[in-house]
């Protein structure tokens, strides 16, 4: 009589352990993503009637250096290429987030605690002294007629005369001016320090002018209120920017400077247009002792530099007569734009060899990974305890102490900061996504590019973000301060973790062990280009990564970006077999083992070895019966007998895993073996699609194994490793927990 493998299906308990609760751990996200429509498609694409608004702007602005204001006027042209009509815009005046009257000091929750800093008391008490927000002076038409407006804290809406229609534009003005705050007491993104040695301010000016809110198919008007934590929404437009600064100012901007006949000396000309051929590293164009001259002499004329820049959704400037400048070209595929770096005497040594080099290794890696980097110049300013990203421009930190000397951690901080702000370029101000809601979507991605760029460029830094092992931390802590990273911006806790660290670490284990660097680097690069100059939204982000890969990816987006859930998989159980062959059935087979009927699935063997033998199956007899008939076929050509032959010397290992952290995730698993020799296995997450508790599977091995550990090179992120190796360590404390745990 023929025999099949009905003694090994025995084995293989399907239905052996209990279902638990059932979560739809492994799930399609089904109604959680929003309906695909013209607008965006099902495959995460602009749809065929995809619209975005564009804003361009007229600016005329002055610096005041005395008195530390900013007083400016902007012609906005805006047009309506929704289907809608309009009969009212929104502005945003991010500046009275500072005003007296600010939502943001009375949303702050403060508690006295035993001892409490100045800079404790100042958030308290000092922050309603100074005197910030947008003051509006004008708003009027083209013909300089009024036009009415309310202002909204930090929205200002502006009525039309007569509604805009669909595919119309409209121009109109703005004038406004503001007082500049004192970043060191008062914070923020952007500001000025002051330098009380040479008497000396350093401005990085952003968030500066009335900008457009968004108008978009996903939100209608974005005019969700700054409240200073969510950043930006903005629409991409030209800009033709004229800023009066005194006169021994260097500016550094967003655009291209139109006029640096005006504003630089002959031999900085000559500078800058050598600093256009020169790749390998940064021609001077400004030097320290220019730099430290204008410190002292303090010109009280005033110069105008004229920047343009196109296809923007922002413009930040940075303007202090302390800088020193420096440029190098990057040659990438098609481009060769200038990396430029502007620092005061403070940052040297350090930005003078790293900062512009950062810049040029930020754009070569982001725009392997993403697109080509489209703009004429990258920038990195130093700014003392900030970074933060505009277009083309970046403010960041990083300063040797007084006698120039640094340690690694200022050095590495500040190439680490470097390489995010300038990212940001991509994320989000090319690849547009709205960030007053989703955080992740521009520091998660661009965390997780940056550390590409951090493993490509800079070996031997420490990093901080970007791969499984550095979130377990966060994961496994208490999920009262653990929201998921689907979550409003303003609502988030644990800031970092949540939108830089988690989603980074999730990038990294998709590309690292779930796709693989081909799939995902290919679909990471057409999320790139399918959004750039657009505004994707989540779900187009996470519809593209699995229709361009083929890797059903709902689960993984489901379990890491909607819920809290950790990864914890143990292996909970061990079961070691071999086939109990009688011996008048294969002749010369000696009989391997002592013959042991398993029939409740119990096992007598431990979590702490295999036992001394295996435990044995019986091959019994085929009953064709039991045989439906679409096997029939099948059985007619299995030849049992070399089956059991085959077989006859194998070790079967039965493995149990459980997932105790709620995150299904593929099964990684390590066997060594008695020669020593040791083996990879990868099982995909889809073996946990029937039960996302508990999974029983069989391997049959020639070698008998003497070791088994899951995840063995910590790639998932598995906050338990102690159950994930068989046998369990003699000195594990907690063993005796897995143990029960794992029965
Ligand atoms: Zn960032």
């Given amino acids: ?87 009212y815009l929104w502005l945003q005046l991010d500046q009275n987030m500072r005003s007296k009257a600010s939502d943001t000091p009375l949303i702050t929750e403060n508690v006295v605690t035993k001892a409490m800093s100045g800079r404790d008391i100042q958030k308290i008490s000092r922050e309603y002294d100074f005197d910030g927000g947008f003051k509006v002076g004008e708003v009027s038409d083209v013909s300089g007629r009024p036009l009415k407006y309310i202002i909204n804290k930090t929205m200002m809406r502006v009525d039309l005369p007569k509604p805009l229609a669909s595919g119309e534009q409209v121009s109109f003005n703005v004038a406004w001016s503001y007082n500049i705050q004192d970043r060191m007491p008062l914070g923020g993104r952007s500001g000025y320090e002051y330098f009380p040695k040479d008497g000396n301010y350093l401005y990085t000016i952003a968030q500066w002018f009335p900008r457009m809110a968004v108008y978009d198919d996903v939100e209608g008007w974005q005019h969700k209120q700054f409240l200073g934590r969510g950043e930006f929404a903005l629409e991409f437009g030209n800009y033709k920017v004229k800023l009066t600064v005194p006169a021994d100012f260097v500016v550094g901007s967003t655009g291209e400077l139109q006029n640096a006949s005006q504003v630089l000396t002959k031999a900085q000309l000559e500078k800058l247009a050598q600093a256009r051929k020169t790749f390998d590293k940064p021609v001077i164009i400004v030097s320290e002792e220019e730099a430290r001259k204008a410190e002292k002499n303090k010109s009280s004329a005033k110069k105008t530099w004229e920047y343009h820049a196109s296809d923007v959704r922002d413009f930040a400037f940075a303007a202090s007569r302390k800088f020193i400048w420096d440029a190098q070209a990057v040659q990438l595929d098609t481009k060769t734009p200038l990396a430029m770096s ?225 990864v914890d998989l143990s292996l909970s159980k061990v079961k070691w077999y071999k086939m109990d062959i009688p011996e008048n059935e294969v002749e010369n087979k000696a009989k391997k083992s002592k013959k042991a009927k398993i029939s409740s699935g119990e096992s007598s063997q431990s979590l702490m070895d295999f036992g001394d033998e295996a435990e044995t199956f019986t091959f019994t007899d085929t009953d064709p019966a039991a045989v439906s008939e679409r096997f029939a076929e099948f059985m007619n050509v299995t030849d049992d007998k070399s089956i059991m032959k085959a077989n006859a010397d194998r070790n079967f290992y039965e493995l149990t895993f459980e997932n105790k952290g709620g995150l299904v995730m593929p099964i990684i698993i390590e066997w060594t073996y008695e020669d020593g020799s040791v083996e990879r296995q990868y099982l995909p997450a889809e073996i946990w699609k029937k039960n996302e508790n508990v999974v029983t599977k069989v391997f049959a091995k020639d070698k008998k194994v003497t070791n088994i550990v899951i995840d063995p090179n910590k790639e998932t992120a598995d906050v338990a490793t102690e159950n994930n190796v068989f046998p369990r360590m003699e000195n594990n404390s907690r063993f005796d927990l897995f143990q029960s745990g794992g029965e």
Wanted: net charge negative; with cysteine; charged share 25%.
């Fill in 1 to 87: 009589m023929k025999r099949i493998l009905i003694g090994l299906l025995i084995l293989s308990p399907m239905f052996a352990s209990a279902q638990g609760e059932w979560n739809q751990k492994f799930e399609q996200l089904g109604t959680q993503l929003p309906t695909a429509n013209n607008y965006r498609n099902a495959s995460g694409a602009p749809g065929k009637d995809y619209w975005q608004q564009r804003a361009d702007y007229v600016i005329d602005a002055e610096l005041n250096d005395e008195n530390q204001s900013l007083t400016g006027r902007e012609t906005i042209t805006y047009f309506n290429n929704s289907p809608d009509q309009l009969s």
């Fill in 342 to 566: 502007y620092y005061p005497k403070e940052g040297n040594p350090l930005w003078e060899k790293e900062s512009t080099k950062a810049v040029a290794n930020t754009l070569r890696t982001y725009s392997k990974h993403t697109v080509e980097y489209p703009y004429p110049v990258a920038i990195s300013v130093h700014s003392a305890s900030i970074g933060m990203e505009y277009p083309m421009i970046c403010f960041n930190f990083g300063r040797p102490a007084e006698d120039g000397s640094y340690t690694d951690a200022v050095k590495w901080g500040m190439i680490g900061v470097i390489i995010h702000e300038v990212g940001h370029n991509f994320f989000p101000m090319i690849i547009n996504s709205d960030e007053r809601q989703w955080s992740w979507m521009d520091e998660g991605l661009d965390t997780f590019v940056q550390s590409l760029t951090e493993k490509e460029h800079y070996p031997t830094k420490p990093l901080k973000r970007g791969e499984a092992r550095l979130i377990v931390d966060y994961m496994k802590g208490d999920k009262e301060g653990i929201r998921p990273i689907m979550t409003n911006s303003e609502q988030i806790l644990q800031f970092g973790d949540n939108a830089y660290g988690k989603p980074a670490a999730a990038l990294s284990i998709l590309r690292e062990t779930i796709m693989g660097p081909e799939l995902f680097d290919y679909a990471f690069k057409t999320y790139s280009e399918r959004w750039a100059f657009k505004r994707p939204s989540p779900a187009d982000f996470f519809r593209t990564m699995e229709d361009a890969s083929a890797v059903d990816l709902d689960w993984f987006w489901k379990g890491w970006f909607y819920t809290t859930d950790h």
